[in-house]
């Protein structure tokens, strides 16, 4: 049933781009709820990336139903890749990203269109964070301290705020002018992981005069596995971390505000890095973790940016004695202890987490 839209006069075609893989369970209420838009000239692009289970057919069957929708199918090359197809094939004046497993509300697009004036580029909103898990729900919304159009100067020094809180990061809570992505080549990079969709935004945003933030939580992040980002070993973890940051190092080295945010980053991003070699999928040898944990602590990238990593806790300090002494056994011996404390002694880890000990025991 098409809704009554509340912006009367605007007639602007909004492409909204979906990259689909394996989503077969949910992938339908992501569809219903961007089709269920009150904001009705819209254009749904449907990207399967070579699902195995029946989500392009899926896809298929909401095309055949529905003229605004169209479904693309490719071989499995990654959600980059499918995100940069449904541009390639985008017709509207506005392009908006939402993941399989996600969906938005009802009133989104109205409302983000509602005050995309002449001048402003971007506008990016709150969200909602469901997170399920053994059957029990837990909701969490995010929303920004302010809302208002911001020229780049201004918006740059709000942009630590908009960091901590996750509403840069992501594309999902944002709406795009086609012609500023399309005009500057600008797309989603390929071959980065866990970290693709901050570099397309801060790419994006380098072309910005004015961005508009909205308070309202207008995107629904449903998480179905909140164990899904580190539920694999990542290979190439490391170097795509330093990637991350060397970039965002550089896009906010201009903000007075920068320099605490840029040292947490640089503090999260590396006890990842060497947690990622101590994760329990992790099939190498110990001798070939142990090279690796050498190529981090030696790396120059870690030994010029030491004096960035923060000491927010004891353990971090130790962390912290031990990159700087270059110790190789220290670094096995903590995260080893701290992976048999978590498989044999759960309760007492959890004691520790509760003691907030430290922000990295996960």
């Known amino acids: 049933m098409e809704r009554n839209s509340e912006n009367k006069e605007c007639n602007n075609l909004v492409s909204v781009i979906v990259p689909v893989y394996n989503a077969e369970k949910y992938i339908s209420y992501c569809i219903d709820s961007i089709l269920a838009q009150t904001y009705n000239n819209i254009e749904l692009i449907l990207v399967n990336d070579g699902s195995k289970d029946n989500s392009g057919l899926i896809c298929d069957i909401y095309a055949s139903q529905d003229r605004r929708v169209k479904a693309i199918h490719q071989k499995n090359s990654g959600p980059s890749v499918a995100r940069n197809k ?20 009802h009133f989104m697009i109205d409302r983000l269109l509602s005050v995309y004036k002449n001048d402003i580029d971007l506008v990016l909103c709150g969200y909602q964070s469901l997170i399920k898990f053994n059957q029990k729900n837990s909701k969490k919304t995010i929303v920004p301290s302010y809302e208002g159009c911001y020229s780049f100067s201004i918006f740059m020094e709000l942009f630590p705020s908009l960091f901590k809180n996750n509403l840069i990061n992501s594309p999902g809570n944002k709406l795009y002018d086609s012609t500023i992505i399309k005009g500057n080549d600008i797309g989603f990079p390929i071959g980065v992981h866990n970290g693709e969709d901050l570099l397309f935004n801060i790419e994006y945003l380098r072309h910005c005069k004015n961005i508009y933030i909205k308070k309202e939580p207008l995107y629904y992040y449903i998480d179905n596995n909140p164990f899904s980002l580190t539920k694999n070993y990542k290979s190439g973890f490391f170097e795509n971390r330093k990637v991350v940051y060397n970039e965002l190092n550089k896009f906010i080295m201009h903000s007075s505000k920068s320099y605490k945010m840029i040292e947490e980053v640089y503090t999260n991003y590396l006890l ?4 990622n070699i101590f994760h329990e999928k992790n099939e190498l040898t110990l001798k070939s973790k142990r090279n690796e944990i050498n190529k981090v602590i030696r790396d120059e990238w870690v030994r010029d940016n030491l004096e960035r990593f923060k000491q927010r806790t004891y353990q971090e300090k130790v962390v912290k004695f031990l990159l700087r002494c270059q110790s190789t056994l220290g670094i096995i011996l903590y995260f080893g202890t701290k992976k048999f404390l978590r498989k044999h002694f759960k309760g007492f880890y959890n004691f520790i987490k509760r003691l907030n000990l430290s922000t990295h025991l996960r």
């Open 272 to 275: 990842q890095s060497l947690a």
């Open 86 to 105: 449904g541009i390639k094939n985008s017709n509207g004046d506005f392009l908006q990203f939402v993941d399989a497993d996600d969906k938005i509300d």
